[in-house]
């Protein structure tokens, strides 16, 4: 992703003042803006150092979301800008409110269990997903029965079960399944490159330049 973010950013004019790598640990250069897309055990550290230095940080690192209310309150106090999002595809986001409204329609039909099932490359972490977990939230808030996300066999009835697969060179594919004895209703987004997300971060990046606070793709998008 931080290369696909790089070619998109130079294509459209921008400069690149410095780059984190792993097992990088250099001075962060000073920037308009900084784009963060490393690993679970490196996200807490990197958008810390950015609102210290009062660098604007657009986040697209998943993993970390147990430590999100320490990291926003910190952003608070020292006045400064953080973007989160678990995906910044517009597919994707488009995909986050059909979702909710399909939940909202079937909250008035306890007959169908809803699951949801996310494929990735192997060389993702993180399993589930951030967007799979963006998704059963969306469920939650519209769908009363359904109280908690959960992996693995034998789950509550309040619980929605996310199911994980590692496959190569799978760029992220999300169903959202509503199942009965009757029918199954499924609503699917499958990606097939990465420059979707990329393009999405990097006009995040531009946009954000001006902004304060905490903020994500419904500010952004204005859903």
Not at 38 to 45: D, G, H, M, R
Not at 72 to 79: F, G, H, M, S, Y
Not at 100 to 107: I, K, N, P, S, W
């Amino acid at each position: 992703m931080g290369h696909a973010i790089e070619t998109i950013a130079l294509s459209r004019g921008h400069e690149i003042v410095g780059r984190i790598d792993v097992g990088d640990r250099p001075p962060f250069p000073k920037a308009d803006v900084a784009v963060e897309f490393s690993q679970p055990e490196a996200a807490v550290k990197n958008i810390l150092q950015c609102i210290a230095q009062k660098i604007p940080v657009v986040c697209g690192t998943t993993g970390w979301l147990d430590k999100k209310e320490e990291v926003e309150k910190e952003c608070a106090r020292n006045n400064g800008t953080l973007f989160y999002s678990s995906n910044y595809s517009l597919g994707v986001n488009l995909f986050f409110r059909l979702n909710e409204y399909l939940a909202v329609l079937m909250d008035r039909y306890p007959e169908y269990n809803v699951a949801i099932d996310e494929t990735h490359h192997t060389q993702k972490k993180d399993a589930p997903s951030g967007t799979a977990i963006t998704l059963a939230q969306g469920v939650m808030k519209n769908l009363k029965r359904k109280k908690k996300w959960a992996t693995g066999k034998d789950l509550p009835q309040d619980a929605i079960s996310i199911h994980s697969f590692r496959i190569d060179p799978a760029p992220g594919t999300h169903v959202v399944k509503y199942q009965s004895a009757i029918d199954d209703i499924e609503i699917r987004h499958t990606a097939h490159t990465r420059e979707g997300f990329a393009l999405g971060a990097v006009l995040v990046a531009e946009w954000i330049r001006d902004k304060k606070g905490i903020l994500g793709m419904n500010d952004f998008l204005q859903f």
